[in-house]
């Protein structure tokens, strides 16, 4: 009997390397609070994407969150409604209000062309989302910031090793954030990242990651919490580290395989992908919901797991937002189906993946 293929699995060093730092960990008896080993992920990983300053926290959200008390926001932030709700959940836990507007229906990122009908008196930042690592439109919405006096806090969750111009996608924006959670292209299980470019702002968040506690630990200078990773989940990140370009190349050559094979279903459509990309997750869009859902139930039927990311679209959450008509995300995310991809995925069953697709489509 076949085992059960899921969306994704997490990419991990071999146990016996996690079991080295484990040992040191307990021999030194230092288990948080800003250990060696945090600080030794945290400089490495800035390193690896030749970023600027990079603050470790306990996850992804908190970065988010973080990064809008760090620069101190309050009021309307405009933001995307095709992402995960850690998007809009991070704005509201921070006491300011999330404003959607649509995607591009090609790239699936905010469409910067219906950013500035969303601006008002009350408009204090732009939270656009790096989508399946696909990056933003960048330039365009950076202008439309600086235009109109605004922040712009990135959630780059799935954007560990993708590149924007030529340099780390987390060196934009005034601040990136990104996840480190076991499904990401780079996990500690849990974990997160504040990125930015701008020294002042990293001890800043470094402050808040600790209670607001000054550099010297001497005094309480701002409101902050207890956002800190633990020196176990460094250590897998520091693990995981050493094989994250082997991961990255992994990941695009199925993405390809994928796409090639798949390219014969005339109603499937692809992601545009506009710059670098770590091709982390291989999303596709059908002609209708309903050819999406007789794809899922054929895949399901032989105990494959794709997932449908993102459905549905943020803005139809009324029980937490105003509804406001997202005509394209709201259509999109009926018609997007995410298949299984990760490294421990074999070739032979990517294949009948494809082929119970097409199978079931032509």
Known sequence: MSKPIYVTMPTLAPLSEVNEYLEAIWESGVMTHNGPILQRFEK????????????????????LQMAIKALELKGEIITSPFSFIA????????????????????????????????????TVAIMPVHVFGNSCDIEAIDAIAKKHNLKVIYDACHSVGVTYKGQSVFNYGDISCTSY??????????????YTTNPELDAKLKRIRFFGFSEDKTNVVEEG??????EVHAAVGLCNLKYLQEALDDRREKYMHYKQRLSVCPMLKFQKIIDDCNYSYFPVIFDSESTLLKVEAALAADKIYARRYFYPSLNTFTDIVPYVAMPISEDISKRILCLPLYKGLAWEDMDRIIDIMIETLI
């Not at 990983?45 to 600027?52: I, P």
């Open 225 to 230: 919490s207890n956002f800190k990773m633990t």
């Open 181 to 194: 959670h076991a499904t990401k292209m780079l996990n500690s299980t849990e974990g997160g990242g504040c």
């Open 44 to 63: 490495e990983v800035k390193e690896w994407h030749d970023a600027a300053y990079h603050t470790v926290v306990v996850n992804g959200t908190v970065a």
């Open 87 to 122: 998007t809009t959940s991070a704005i509201q836990y921070e006491g300011c209000t999330p404003v959607y507007a649509d995607i591009d229906p090609e790239t699936l990122t905010l469409d910067p062309a219906k950013i500035e009908e969303k601006i008002t008196e009350n």
